[in-house]
């Protein structure tokens, strides 16, 4: 058909091709909806990014290692010596087993080392695989209860060898018991190092809880 000498599409023409040009720009519009979507719902996954899900990583990993030197150096802390009472030379025999605080604090430093690990493996897992290190608001509620229950449970450990620690290095006052760490320097030394490594882990189990405080009032899901 020609009008005013330009050449006109038939009318059967046209009425194909504005349909099909709805159709792929339905399509584009689809594409770009679904293309938001998903990058709404990695950003709610990853509200802290690759960088903070390493240190998260890295934090496991240093409280593995500070509870299990915790854990070693108490379970290693003992000594045969000789101390005097009134003039009298008495063999003495220093262990770890012989109190309990300081089973407490093994026990516990036993129990941290167990959790970090199982941590960490689950975390790292993920880290390498590109996933999510926290997968869930449920997830990140569960570990932030377990890491406040065992930074506790390492607070009162660190505090209750101390106490006994003090005691050995002291003395007690108008009384014939000695300062028990001079004869027996190596023990209250591997009882100083584990304590020391208790508190430390107590400080790294309080970071990663405040990391997961963090990420749960981030998160969307």
């Not at 720009?25 to 509200?47: E, H, L």
């Not at 240190?55 to 802390?77: D, K, N």
């Amino acid at each position: 058909m020609m009008m005013n000498g330009q050449k006109l599409a038939p009318a059967a023409e046209v009425a194909v091709q504005l349909p099909e040009s709805k159709v792929a720009a339905d399509n584009i519009s689809g594409t770009m909806s679904v293309g938001a979507s998903g990058g709404g719902t990695n950003a709610a996954m990853r509200p802290f990014g690759r960088r903070a899900e390493l240190m998260h990583v890295l934090l496991r990993l240093l409280c593995i290692i500070t509870s299990v030197t915790a854990l070693s150096f108490m379970v290693t802390a003992q000594q045969p010596s000789t101390i005097s009472i009134y003039g009298f030379m008495l063999p003495v025999q220093s262990k770890w087993s012989f109190s309990h605080s300081f089973e407490y604090l093994v026990g516990v430093s036993a129990a941290v080392a167990a959790h970090s690990l199982l941590q960490w493996l689950i975390s790292m897992s993920r880290f390498l695989r590109k996933s999510p290190v926290i997968p869930s608001r449920s997830h990140a509620w569960l570990i932030f209860a377990g890491d406040q229950v065992f930074a506790y449970a390492m607070i009162s450990a660190g505090a209750a060898a101390s106490g006994v620690t003090s005691l050995n290095r002291t003395g007690i006052q108008h009384t014939a018991l000695p300062n028990f760490c001079k004869p027996l320097q190596s023990f209250c030394d591997h009882v100083d190092v584990s304590i020391f490594f208790t508190f430390m882990s107590c400080f790294l189990l309080a970071a990663s809880a405040v990391q997961e405080v963090m990420w749960l009032s981030r998160s969307k899901y």
